[in-house]
């Protein structure tokens, strides 16, 4: 049976990919800008659109083809349309997902792609050069996203070994946690490293946008408007409602009273640690993973960072990081064949080779993107410079790199 | 003429003001500003860590007044603006030499 585009799956489709550019501009942007010094607002939004306009251009131009192009030694697609030349033309349908075409198919993955590197600028607000910030987004998203995209997503080695990675667990999330580790070590610590919200009502508002986005996102990851798709929603929604409680009772007990960007950052632990899940795990499974991704974030950002003594500004590592592997790793351990066919199950279905295999990916896409952020960001440091003059650091990156105010009296 | 400048909890401005109008005084300049006493401010806690807050957000009211007014206008402010805790600010008086209206002209008693 030939292929037939189906106009449902297109139309959900074309609504998840618009949800996860929401995510982007201006979820990301919003939670991160309401986190900052006032003197920084600007700033910080600006790092997650200028992310998305770049990514956007890249991904059409060449960034598609090496993720998602037909596998060369497992590592990388090949750049067969540059330019995406002739494919919307040809109105072909895509060999990921058979009734959506292949259009709809490579901008759905561009929303990946622009989200990642803008959830890095979290951890390097408030002392980055944003002129070192325009050259980092291109090399990395070539030289670290797109081959990573490709080892699990694309054809690659990864995927030919069974790893599974529904939404982004590794590709997303590990994957931009463990580059931001990388680049707040070369960076170094802020002048003023103390995390005062300067308006928590834009955190608020970038949340809720995020987690309304993130149905995009898991869902949207189904590929199709099919009944593993609402099977993705619940498990979404669940973990995220159970991260949210989880990090409030983290910090009953810890401090006697819940916070509320306490809760916020467990509903988006919750939400990153399902999203490698999202399309294999149940109902049960997705609490267990919404709270053990909480706890273990808490502890990551209120024990680990103070310990070792980095300053990853927005706990992109705490947050992103630590849920991806989380929920990567739960993946080997609550994969059902019940709720997706394409898995023989994880460990509870007594299979070992799946979290074998989870294991490997978190490790090498881990170390993967932790050394070649560290070469990226070691040359940018040479060449441009990553860090902004002390001067400009105190007074606020705003008006000295933007000649703009976010706040004006009069 | 003096100079009555009251710190005091921002959520107590409109009492006050509404106090001071009751006794005949209604200019006032109001600012936003941020202080400390000796308590040196509070501690906030986010993402499980705790932070020492010590510059808090505080109302600062400024007035000139006639001599003899002065009591009672600074009677009303201590009433209307206290809670008993602390953090309910401070009051500081100081001496004016002139005070010219801008539009007519008027200086002294008759600018205030």
């Known amino acids: ?39 920084n607002v600007l700033n910080t939004i600006f790092l997650s659109f200028v992310s998305f306009a770049i990514v956007s251009i890249l991904w059409f131009m060449y960034g598609y083809d090496m993720a998602f192009g037909a596998d060369m030694w497992g590592f990388i697609g090949t750049i067969a349309n540059p330019f995406f030349g002739g494919v919307i033309e040809a109105n072909t349908l895509s060999t990921y997902a058979p009734t959506i075409p292949t259009g709809l198919y490579a901008i759905f993955q561009m929303t990946f792609a622009a989200i990642t590197v803008a959830l890095i600028s979290g951890a390097v607000v408030e002392r980055m050069k944003f002129s070192a910030w325009l050259a980092f987004i291109p090399v990395w998203l070539t030289l670290v996203y797109l081959p990573v995209a490709h080892w699990m997503w694309g054809g690659g080695w990864l995927a030919q070994m069974g790893a599974l990675d529904f939404a982004g667990g590794t590709v997303v999330h590990v994957n931009c946690g463990m580059a931001a580790l990388a680049l707040v070590l070369l960076l170094g610590a802020r002048k003023n490293s103390n995390l005062l919200p300067h308006h928590l009502g834009y955190s608020v508002i970038g949340t809720g946008l995020l987690w309304f986005g993130w149905f995009g996102f898991n869902a949207g990851s189904a590929l199709g408007a099919t009944n593993l798709a609402v099977s993705a929603m619940i498990v979404t929604n669940l973990s995220a409602a159970v991260g949210m409680l989880a990090w409030m009772l983290m910090d009953k007990l810890k401090t006697g009273k819940p ?77 059902s064949p019940l709720i997706n066919s394409v898995t023989t199950g994880g460990l509870i279905f007594g299979q070992t080779h799946l979290i074998g295999v989870q294991l490997l990916a978190i490790v090498v896409i ?45 | 003429m003096k100079r009555i400048l009251a710190i005091i909890r921002p959520d107590k ?63 009303k402010i201590v009433e209307t603006a206290r809670t008993g805790d602390i953090g309910d600010g401070k009051i500081f008086i100081s001496p004016v030499e002139e005070v010219i209206r801008i539009r007519t002209g008027e200086t002294g008693k008759k600018a205030v």
């Open chain 1, 366 to 410: 881990g170390a993967y993107s932790f050394i070649m952020t560290l070469i990226i960001g070691k040359v940018i440091d040479k060449t441009i410079g990553l860090r902004v003059d002390d001067a400009d650091e105190i007074r606020g990156l705003d008006i000295n790199l933007h000649e703009e105010s976010g706040y004006r009296l009069s």
């Open chain 1, 259 to 335: 916070t509320l960007l306490g809760a916020l950052s467990g509903a988006i632990a919750g939400l990153a640690a399902i999203t490698p899940a999202a399309g294999y795990v149940n109902i049960t499974s997705a609490i267990i993973i919404g709270f053990v991704a909480a706890i273990c974030g808490y502890y990551a950002v209120s024990h680990l960072k103070p310990r070792l003594g980095y300053d990853d500004a927005l706990d992109v590592f705490g947050i992103h990081g630590v849920s991806g592997i989380v929920g990567t790793l739960a993946v080997g351990i609550f994969a």
């Open chain 1, 1 to 39: 049976m030939s292929a037939v585009l189906s106009s449902g799956d297109t139309a959900w489709m074309l609504i998840s990919t618009a949800l996860v550019i929401l995510m982007t501009i201006p979820g990301v942007a919003l939670f991160y800008g309401g986190l900052i010094r006032r003197e």
């Open chain 2, 13 to 75: 401005l409109e009492n006050v003001k509404k106090a001071l109008e009751e006794i005949g005084c209604n200019g006032m300049t109001v600012k936003e500003v941020k202080g400390r006493g000796i308590q040196l401010g509070v501690t906030e806690s986010y993402r499980g860590r705790d932070y020492k807050v010590d510059l808090l957000p505080k109302t600062e009211i400024e007035i000139v007044a006639q001599d003899e007014d002065v009591e009672s206008i600074t009677n």
